[in-house]
């Protein structure tokens, strides 16, 4: 963990949105780090790194989920989901996949379009295996047209990774997913712009955070076991 990467998030985080989020981040940055024993903590412009797919205006710039939202998400989750596989699209450095896997889920997996991401959070996932000696992680280059929702995901994981155009598709991949296997499927969607697109497709909200107007995570699921 390098002190210098979280001055340098808490400055980007208080003059985009506000101080008290700011400090608020801070703090938990420097906690969820050392809690987990992994380096997360950036904002940085993707269109800088090596992409695979050409979806990057559809994109948004890596910045982690704050344990906050994540740790909270995850503390409501049942124990029958984290028999499933965790799936995180647009998975960044790993951090939402590493602290699933603290929280009882086995199997993880991630996809991003971003080779320098993807190599961090192999490292990462590689520190917190030795946490968790039965976790299994499958990490994807690629981008939403190479996305695959294997039967056994129970849990996705979204953190405001892409637009609205890119969302749609993705929720046709997971309903495709569902009548392929119907079973009870959770999504954990935070700072969810585009929920409203989940509500059209029969997901209902199982649980919500909200902190500051900004820190906002939801929980919401199908089932579709007939």
């Avoid at 450095?93 to 190599?119: P, Q, S, T, W």
Wanted: charged letters at 25%.
């Amino acid at each position: 963990m390098k002190l210098l990467n979280h001055i340098k998030y808490f400055y980007y985080i208080a003059s985009n949105w506000s101080c008290k989020l700011g400090w608020f981040t801070f703090k938990k940055e420097i906690q969820g780090e050392l809690k987990y024993r992994i380096d997360t903590t950036a904002a940085i412009n993707v269109s800088r790194l090596k992409l695979k797919g050409n979806q990057l205006k559809h994109a948004t710039e890596y910045m982690p989920v704050n344990y906050f939202t994540l740790e909270a998400l995850l503390k409501r989750m049942p124990d029958a989901a984290k028999k499933g596989t965790f799936l995180d699209i647009g998975c960044g450095k790993g951090r939402a996949m590493c602290v699933a896997a603290a929280h009882g889920y086995n199997n993880v997996e991630g996809i991003d379009f971003a080779k320098e991401l993807l190599d961090a959070a192999e490292k990462n996932l590689t520190r917190i295996k030795k946490q968790h000696s039965q976790l299994n992680y499958q990490l994807i280059w690629g981008d939403v047209n190479s996305l695959s929702i294997d039967d056994l995901v129970s849990t996705i994981f979204l953190f405001n990774p892409f637009d609205e155009v890119l969302m749609k598709q993705v929720i046709r991949k997971i309903n495709n997913s569902l009548a392929k296997r119907p079973r009870r499927l959770f999504v954990l969607y935070c700072t969810p712009r585009f929920e409203e697109l989940f509500f059209e497709e029969g997901f209902d909200v199982a649980f919500r955070i909200k902190k500051f107007n900004y820190l906002e995570g939801v929980i919401l699921e199908k089932s579709n076991t007939q």
